[in-house]
C-alpha cells in the first residue's frame, strides 16, 4: 500500500468535506493502525489536528502512550503543537510529505498570538517576553501533587 498517496487522499478528501489540507496515517507491520484528517474547522477544537488525532486512536487502540514500532505519515510539516505529541509518543519515524515553504503561497495559519513563521522565536524568548500573556501564581502546596505521584509511582 503506497501510505504517502494513502495521506495525501485523506487531505483531499477533507479538504472537499470543508476541512483543512492535513491528514495523518500512522502504521505498524505494514498495516494502518489510525489515521485522521485534521478536524479543527468541523469540530471548533484548535487541538483536533490530524497528528493529534491519529495518535489518540492510535494509542488508544495499541493500549500504549508509545508508538515506537510505528511510522507516522503527515501531509505537511508539523506545527509546534504535534511536534511535541510526536515527541511524546515516540514513533519510528515521522514521514512528511511537504514543507511549510511549499505550501505557505496556498494556506497560511493566523491566530493571535501564533504565526508558524515566527513561533520559535518567540518559543525562545524568556516568558515574560512572550506576545501570549502569562502570570506566575506560586503557591508551595502544589508541589505535593508530584511529591504524591512519587510516591505512588516508585
Known sequence: ?????RTIDLAMKNVEEGGRPFATVI???GKVIAESAN???????PTAHAEILAI?????????ENLTDCDIYILASPCPM???????????????????????????????????DTFYAEYSKPIEQ????????PRPQALDV?????????
Open 56 to 64: 489518540r486512536e492510535a494509542c488508544r487502540e495499541s493500549g500504549s
Open 146 to 154: 508530584y511529591k504524591r505521584w512519587q510516591v505512588l509511582n516508585k
Open 130 to 137: 512572550r506576545r501570549l500573556p502569562m502570570q506566575y501564581q
Open 82 to 116: 504535534c511536534l511535541g505529541a510526536l515527541y511524546y509518543c515516540s514513533p519510528k519515524q515521522v514521514i512528511y510529505i511537504t514543507k511549510r515553504e511549499e505550501y505557505s503561497t496556498y494556506y497560511r495559519d493566523d491566530r493571535k498570538y501564533f504565526e508558524l
Open 39 to 45: 478536524q479543527v474547522a468541523q469540530t471548533n477544537d
Open 27 to 29: 502504521v505498524r507491520d
Open 1 to 5: 500500500m503506497d501510505f504517502v498517496q
